[in-house]
């Protein structure tokens, strides 16, 4: 079950960046969201993993919404803050999933299909995509 506060809070923080924020200021880091609501850490010991953490089940539940009403995808914001700065393994499996897409999209393919997810965002909620400058 998903806690429904944390679920409001997250829809309205992405929301918030989605339709006020340029792309490069957009984005969130997983745990930077997670503990800006208070949800436990992830990985490492007495850490939370992924799929058992809140946010899985929230994200989920935001690309349902944002399927069900014809919108991309909020959770194509929150990102691995370090690394290779993309979503998680999830967002893209659940993208190919709930999209229909014939084919499961390969970690080569990954950073094209965000891309265009998050300036469709922005676009989406602030009619053109803002500058980076």
């Given amino acids: 079950m998903v806690n429904q506060a944390w679920l409001n809070g997250v829809r309205d923080e992405l929301l918030y960046r989605a339709k006020r924020l340029s792309l490069a200021e957009a984005t969130v880091g997983y745990s930077e969201l997670a503990e ?61 999933e709930f999209r ?5 999209i390969s970690k080569p393919k990954r950073h094209e299909y965000w891309s265009k997810e998050v300036n469709r965002l922005i676009e989406f909620y602030q009619g053109s995509p803002k500058s980076d400058k």
């Avoid at 436990?40 to 349902?64: C, Q, S, T």
């Avoid at 069900?68 to 190919?96: Q, Y």
């Fill in 36 to 96: 800006k609501f208070g949800m436990p850490l992830f990985g490492g010991r007495n850490r939370v993993r992924y799929k058992e953490h809140p946010l899985h089940d929230i994200l989920r539940e935001l690309d349902k919404e944002d399927t069900k009403d014809e919108r991309p995808f909020l959770s194509a914001l929150v990102i691995h803050a370090t690394d290779d700065r993309l979503p998680g393994v999830g967002f893209f499996k659940t993208l190919a």
């Fill in 100 to 104: 229909r897409l014939s084919n499961p």
